[in-house]
């Protein structure tokens, strides 16, 4: 009954999963054509390490990361901040033999920034489709001006649309058109196409849903052996908006109008300067430290939430379907359910948390007879356990 009690208490605080995205698709496809790419050529990186190449730099051996990188959602690759947008296009690119569609697709929110236009070329290209679906009879539906000013200024402009509407069966045809002497360029819907409606309407909802293509941050996960520098961290220039010169001026200076100013500011102004601090911070390195001693270390976003350090623990656990607490410097309790981000709880640009169980939870399983178990981390964690330097 104790076990049953504490399986009940977690379900009530798991998070729903997400559903799949576009991109899901298409991933394996995507990462068998690089794959058989680099076997031809013989780009080792692709296929080992899947690290993409990189120009070497001088870095400290102590930094506690050795930089920023993301992870490409189609690939697998890991990239550094500017090797992310190449890669991915090239990864788009190289779809478009086997999935046109979707290729095209990912082209059209991925390759435009502006995500107003993409909007507005995007709803304009499903209308073109809704009237093909509610009028399948009416044949001026079934051709679209290329020229026509409304195709020009919102669908023309936009990378990738061209290539969708071929791929859906579209076909560019010279035309007369009445009363102007030569003719003019139209897309012409398939006859194949027409005997089969029900592929345009899959196609427009695919646009609709879909999503740029883009970089996660790379977590860089890595686990150490207990070490009293746990919370000594020598942070890469990435971690930082500013670059570690003007980062020290600026500590320097701020410590000096500290002194001169302290007894003057109130708290509101000490806490709203804290909060202009943490905005010089793009990313944070967080460690916690497990009740082993071990420290289980990754890379975030600084403005992230506190609940995505909870699933990135989470994921790392023996027993992960037993809650946890997170606590970090004085004891403050940090809420998996609270919508704060790392800034807001003073978690920048790096910090030393503990881990302790669930004291209810626990309890209960202890009345059942039983015991966590006594391995906190996954084996295949500790199996690369570092010694922290």
Not at 343 to 369: H, M, N, Q, R, Y
Request: aromatic fraction near 6%; glycine fraction near 4%.
């Amino acid at each position: 009954m104790a076990a049953a009690a504490a399986l009940a208490r977690l379900e009530q605080k798991q998070p729903r999963a997400r559903g799949p995205m576009l991109q899901d698709s298409i991933r394996n496809q995507v990462r068998k054509e690089l794959q058989a790419e680099a076997t031809v050529s013989g780009n080792l990186e692709t296929l080992g390490t899947n690290m993409v190449p990189e120009p070497k730099e001088e870095r400290s051996s102590h930094l506690a990361v050795p930089g920023v990188y993301f992870t490409c959602p189609l690939t697998g690759a890991i990239l550094r901040k500017d090797q992310r947008e190449t890669h991915i296009k090239e990864a788009i690119l190289s779809h478009f033999s086997t999935d046109p569609v979707g290729a095209s697709i990912m082209k059209i929110h991925t390759f435009n920034k502006d995500r107003d236009r993409v909007k507005l070329g995007v709803d304009t290209i499903a209308k073109y489709l809704d009237n093909i679906h509610l009028h399948p009879e009416e044949e001026k539906y079934q051709k679209i001006k290329l020229q026509n000013k409304v195709f020009q200024e919102r669908i023309n402009c936009l990378e990738g649309t061209h290539e969708f509407f071929e791929a859906i069966g579209f076909q560019k045809a010279l035309l007369p058109v009445p009363d102007q002497e030569g003719p003019e360029e139209f897309y012409v819907l398939s006859e194949a196409v027409l005997a089969q409606p029900q592929s345009l309407e899959r196609h427009k909802e695919q646009l609709l849903c879909a999503e740029p293509v883009r970089a996660t941050l790379a977590r860089q996960r890595r686990v150490f052996r207990p070490s009293p520098l746990a919370s000594q961290f020598d942070l890469p220039a990435e971690f930082f908006n500013l670059t570690a010169e003007e980062v020290k001026r600026e500590q320097r200076l701020r410590s000096e109008a500290v002194e001169r100013l302290s007894v003057l500011r109130t708290k509101a102004m000490r806490e709203k300067e804290e909060q202009r601090e943490m905005r010089k911070y793009t990313y944070t390195l967080l460690r916690v430290r497990l009740p082993d001693g071990c420290l289980l270390q990754g890379t975030f976003y600084a403005r992230e939430r506190v609940a995505a350090l909870y699933s990135f623990v989470r994921e790392a656990l023996q027993s992960d379907w037993l809650p946890f607490e997170l606590l970090a410097a004085g004891g403050q309790k940090l809420s998996e359910d609270e919508n704060l981000a790392f800034t807001e709880c003073g978690l920048v640009p790096s910090a030393l948390l503990t881990f302790s169980w669930d004291a209810a939870v626990l309890e209960d399983i202890k009345a059942a007879g039983a015991e966590p178990d006594s391995s906190i981390l996954k084996p295949e964690l500790l199996s690369a356990i570092e010694r922290l330097s």
